[in-house]
């Protein structure tokens, strides 16, 4: 069984950066053919793949945050982590981070291999 901790702040200001970190006890983010995900849920609406990391440390992300977003990671502590800049009053959602057994590297890929979730954290954005 693999853990999957999200943790950051729950409010975050109009223009501000969302920062997330997921923390996997006990795990390795460098095991063989892993990739490790941020998905999110906005209210009403269904999952959105924002990004992974793969066990290498190649980074990818969806298109159309490509200008606001960074995912990075830290290997001695097992934790990788989601910034989002500028966010707006479309960025809050409860976000999730996930492993998958299939080093995606988009959502397609990434849905059909997610085998761990983390509980997810929901972000508010408010002034």
């Known amino acids: 069984q693999v853990q999957l901790q999200e943790s950051g702040p729950g409010l975050v200001k109009p223009s501000q950066t969302l920062s997330l970190t997921c923390t996997v006890p006990?795990?390795?983010?460098?095991?063989?053919?892993?990739?490790w995900n941020w998905i999110r849920q906005p209210p009403g609406k269904g999952l959105e793949w924002i990004g992974s990391?793969?066990?290498?440390?190649?980074?990818y992300n969806v298109p159309s945050l490509n200008s606001r977003i960074s995912i990075s990671r830290n290997t001695s502590r097992n934790q990788f982590t989601l910034q989002l800049s500028s966010v707006t009053p479309e960025d809050p959602a409860v976000y999730y981070c996930?492993?998958?057994?299939?080093?995606?590297?988009?959502?397609?890929?990434?849905?059909?291999?997610?085998?761990?979730w983390g509980r997810g954290i929901q972000v508010t954005v408010s002034s």
């Open positions: 990391v793969t066990y290498r440390g190649s980074t």
């Open positions: 996930a492993r998958d057994n299939d080093n995606s590297t988009d959502w397609y890929t990434a849905r059909g291999a997610i085998d761990f």
């Open positions: 006990g795990g390795s983010i460098t095991t063989n053919h892993h990739a």
